[in-house]
Every structure is written in structure tokens, then in C-alpha cells.
């Protein structure tokens, strides 16, 4: 399974749960929808760190790193190089 | 000296001796120890992020008689130490919102700008470089009980925020975030705020070290 598919597992059961949100597509603004909040950003990088083995600094914490799936799998690729 | 007694007479006698003698450890802890590191950041008022979702919150501006629910609410997330600076504020003449979840009292932010009676503490003792100009306003204590926060109530309380500055003329909205508070950070960085310096502190002991670099 590719990086951006197994991260949009993630949100779809994880963050986005119990929401009725099926898939978010790699292109969908996450954060225009609200689906990772301030709450679910922690979450989201706990899951990053462990499945990826990369560190994710504080001042990672950037709305365009984690805007769109896609743009979540880059940075874990920039992350992981 | 005679003031700091009172106060701490005043602190026991509100608090009981386990909460003072615990507020008096962190207090010199902090004076022999310090090491933070926080980023400046700015808003622009004139470009404000609409939020995904209207949150069901009232903002009011604080006044005193909204010290008691704040007093309350302070009791209720651990902090009571920090009414009688919420005292001071409002007799400085700082403003600030209130939120109201449910006809209760579930936030707060204060704020104020160049033409204030007195500086606010932050700014006053100038460690992180701020200087406000025409049109600029400076936003602290931003706090949303914990029970509140979650699907988009703190981004919906500071977008009422800013949008009430702005139509009381303001244009930039600054203020400053802990660099490790990662949920804080987040929500500054989808309202579009731009961080514009990180600011080091540590002291150890009587040695103090301020450092400030670009971000």
C-alpha cells in the first residue's frame, strides 16, 4: 500500500471517525473540511512517527505540510530522505 | 514586601497551604531555572480565515463583573493563582473577551493596543520584541476549557476574535506561541498567522540569556 493511501486509512478511521466519511481523496483540503483540528494533528503525527520512523520538529507544524493527503505524504518522504 | 505578604495571605487563605507551598516551588524553580523558547507571530486582520464551522459561542468584552466566572473557571482547569493577575489586567485597563458555551463562561483572550494606559506585562518588559505600531494590537491568555475544544471551537473563537478587532480598526494581530505547544501552533498556522521570530529564554540561577532569530 502506497504512503498516501495508508495515511488516508488513517484519517478515514482514525481522526475522521464516526464523521460518515468514507475517503477523503488525496487532493481534499483537510483543513477546509475541519477534519484535522488541533486535536487530531497530534494524533495524526503520533501515527507518522511510529509508522515512518521520522521525527516531526515543532516548527513542522505547518498548515501546508498536512493540508491535503498528498501533501502529508511528501513531507513524510522530505522527512524519511 | 508588605503587598507580597498580604498576597500570599491572601493566596493561602483562598488556595489552603498544599496549593501555596506548590505555587511558591514553581515560582522560585522558575526564578533559579528557565529555559523556553517561543515564536512571535502575526496576524493579518484585513485577510481573516473564515472558519470551517460556526461553533455555538457568544464573545463579550471583559469587564470586572465578569472576574467571578473567570475566578470560577480558573478554579476549574487547576489555575487559580492567576486571578489576581486577571485583577490587575482589568484594573490596568487591558481588554479581553469572554466566551460563553451554553450561557457559560468557557474562554478567554486579552488583548491591547499602543494607546493603552500602561503596557501589558509581556511587552513591557520587551524580552520579545515587539513594538506596536498604528493599526497593531497584541493578543495573550488565549484559553479554552479543555471539554470545549475539539471540531473547530477554538478556530471559530479566535476567528470572532479577530474579526471584532478588526471592525474596531485594527489591521495586525500579534502575539506569541510556545514553540512545543504543537496544538496552539497548528491552529495559529491554519488562520494564516506568520511566525515572524523565535525568541530563546534560559536562565540559570542570576544568569539570563534572551536570543532572537528569524524564523
Known sequence: MSTALEIEQFIVTDIAAGRGIDAVGHDRDLLADGIIDSLGITE??????????IRVDDDDIDAENFRTVDSIAAFVEQKGA | MLANVRRLR?????NGARRTAA?????????AYLQERVIVIVG???SIV??????????????????????ELNRRRGRPEVDARFARYVADGFHGF??????????????VDRDGPTLFPDLRKR?????LGEGDVYGSDFFLLDEHRGRGVADDFLYRVERSLHERGYSRLWGYVASDNRPARWIYSTRGYVPMW???????LMIQRTSREPS
Open chain 2, 10 to 14: 491572601r493566596y493561602l487563605q483562598t
Open chain 2, 50 to 71: 473564515v472558519p470551517w464551522r460556526e461553533a455555538d459561542l457568544r464573545l463579550v468584552d471583559l469587564r470586572a463583573e465578569h472576574l467571578p466566572e473567570l475566578a
Open chain 2, 44 to 46: 493579518e486582520l484585513d
Open chain 1, 44 to 53: 495524526l503525527i503520533t501515527f507518522l512517527e511510529r509508522m515512518y520512523g
Open chain 2, 198 to 204: 523565535t525568541v530563546k529564554r534560559s536562565r540559570l
Open chain 2, 127 to 131: 524580552w520579545l520584541g515587539i513594538e
Open chain 2, 98 to 111: 469572554v466566551a460563553y458555551g451554553d450561557d457559560q463562561l468557557v474562554g478567554y483572550y486579552w488583548w
Open chain 2, 23 to 31: 505555587a511558591i516551588w514553581s515560582r522560585l524553580r522558575r526564578l
